[in-house]
């Protein structure tokens, strides 16, 4: 996508108006829980990607969430034994990521939580985003706790709501093209949760992405972008405007910068 920083925000926040207006046209109504993994599906495509080749970070287990088109998480799973096994604060920022892939894509663009990272900082074009959506705490953290990750989850068939703005939530696109949802993965850096929800997405093949801010394809990904830089008087700033942080531990940018060629978007074989 060749355009400029400030051309491809105004095209965001015009098409957040019209897909306001145009729920559950083009993009589906909601009821698309058959278009989506199951549970075992996937608590399988995590782990194994987890278990799989490195992704940087720590090498942390980890939480997915996914939701349909309408906001309703449909299934939650985790890649390690017991659910004790990775951060349980990062159950919910998984969901809260997928919520947040899912509310600001659209049939024709896909924007990543890594991509708003920058846009929402002061003085950008969406700062406050982060404050529109909480999460709905009853949600969140009903149910027992015993439940976290299994097919009943207390999450499940409910809206999280939540906005999260670093690496791991990514919009869904299934073999047609048709929008249906979104995941998070939480549990490492957020570099690695871009990653690691990258690698989940492809494994099911849900990653026929049209259209997106980074490249990697001739209309762009949803990629997360390393392009901060810190100017003279020392304030950070990202050249396209959808920059996010590098992070620590195993470096991740390279293994990210790769994923477009690594795991290509568009229907997979």
Known sequence: MKTSSSFAQRFILSGLVVAMATTGLAAGDGNDKDLLPSHQELKAALSSVVAGTNSGGFSLNMWVTIVNRDG?????????????????????????????????????????????????????????????????????????????????????????GGVNVFGGGLALYNAEGKLVGALGVSGDTSCTDHIVAWKVRHALNLDNVPAGVAAGAPNGTDNIVFDITTDANGHEKSAGGWGHPLCPGTPAAAIAAALPATHPVGPNP
């Not at 990775?86 to 990521?97: C, N």
């Not at 659209?106 to 990543?112: D, K, Q, V, Y």
């Open 72 to 160: 309703n998480v449909v299934a939650v799973a985790f890649s390690g034994n017991e659910r004790g096994d990775q951060w349980p604060g990062s159950r919910v920022i998984s969901a809260q990521k997928a919520n947040t892939a899912n509310a600001f894509s659209l049939p024709g663009l896909a924007l990543s939580t890594a991509n708003l990272y920058s846009a929402v900082q002061p003085g950008g074009s969406l700062y406050g985003l982060q404050h529109s959506n909480p999460v709905d705490t009853g949600v969140a953290y009903g149910g027992q706790s015993k439940n976290n990750g299994q097919k009943n989850d207390w999450m499940v068939g409910r809206k999280i």
